[in-house]
C-alpha cells in the first residue's frame, strides 16, 4: 500500500508539472528562439565541449576579449556595415580575441551562425563586402580559407590581411594589420599558421 502512494504522489507531481508548462510555457525567451547555436560535441566525455571556441589567443596585450563569455556578444561589437550583413547573413553571437604587440594588431574572431542558418552565406557574404570595399584576394594557405589584403594607399597608412573560413556553426576571421607590411606578412602568416593548425575548416 505505501509502495502505491508513493507512485501516486510522483504521478500527481509529474501532471502538475506538465500542467504549469501548458499553461506558462518553459520559461524560455521566445525573442532568442531563432537565436540558438548547436555546437557538435565530437567527445561527450569531455566535461566541456572544445568545440564551443575554436580559436586561439594571439600574441601580444589583449584589447578585446569576448572570447571568454560563454554566450559572447552581439554582432553589434563589429563595424556597422559588417554587423549588419552578418546579421541579415545569421550571425548571432560574437566571440573574439584582439591584441597588439610591436605596432601590430592581431585577432581571432569566432561568428556564430543560428540553426537553421548557412555559415557558407556568411562567408560568401563577408568576402563579398571585403571585395567591395577593395580589399584585393591574396594567396590562401587553404583552398577553403578566403583571405583578403589591404595596401597603404590615399593617404591610407595601414597594410592588414583578413581571412575568413567555416567551422562547424562558425564564420572564423584571421586579422592582422599595422604600418610595417614585412611585421604585418609574418604576423599574420605565423597566426593564420597556428589557428589552422589547431582549428582547419570544417
Known amino acids: 500500500m505505501r509502495i502505491h502512494i508513493v507512485v501516486l504522489v510522483h504521478v500527481l507531481l509529474a501532471a502538475l508539472a506538465v500542467g504549469a508548462i501548458a499553461v506558462w510555457g518553459t520559461g524560455a525567451d521566445p525573442a532568442l528562439a531563432g537565436q540558438r547555436v548547436t555546437v557538435p560535441d565530437r567527445d561527450p566525455r569531455l566535461p566541456d565541449n572544445p568545440e564551443r571556441l575554436a580559436i586561439v589567443r594571439p600574441p601580444g596585450v589583449l584589447v578585446t576579449d569576448t572570447a571568454t563569455v560563454k554566450q559572447g556578444t552581439a554582432p553589434s561589437v563589429l563595424p556597422e556595415g559588417e554587423a549588419e550583413v552578418l546579421t541579415d547573413a545569421g550571425v548571432v553571437e560574437v566571440n573574439a580575441y584582439v591584441a597588439r604587440e610591436d605596432g601590430i594588431t592581431q585577432g581571432l574572431w569566432q561568428m556564430s551562425v543560428r540553426d537553421g542558418g548557412d555559415p557558407r552565406q556568411a562567408l560568401r557574404a563577408i568576402d563579398d563586402l571585403y571585395a567591395a570595399g577593395g580589399w584585393r584576394q591574396a594567396p590562401t594557405p587553404d583552398r577553403d580559407v578566403l583571405v583578403r589584403e589591404q595596401r597603404p594607399a590615399g593617404g591610407q597608412r595601414f597594410s592588414g590581411y583578413r581571412a575568413h573560413y567555416v567551422r562547424g556553426p562558425y ?8 604600418t610595417d607590411q614585412a611585421k604585418v606578412d609574418d604576423a599574420f602568416a605565423t597566426l ?11
Open 171 to 178: 564564420l572564423i576571421r584571421i586579422e592582422a594589420y599595422g
Open 192 to 202: 593564420a599558421g597556428r589557428q589552422l593548425a589547431q582549428w582547419p575548416p570544417r
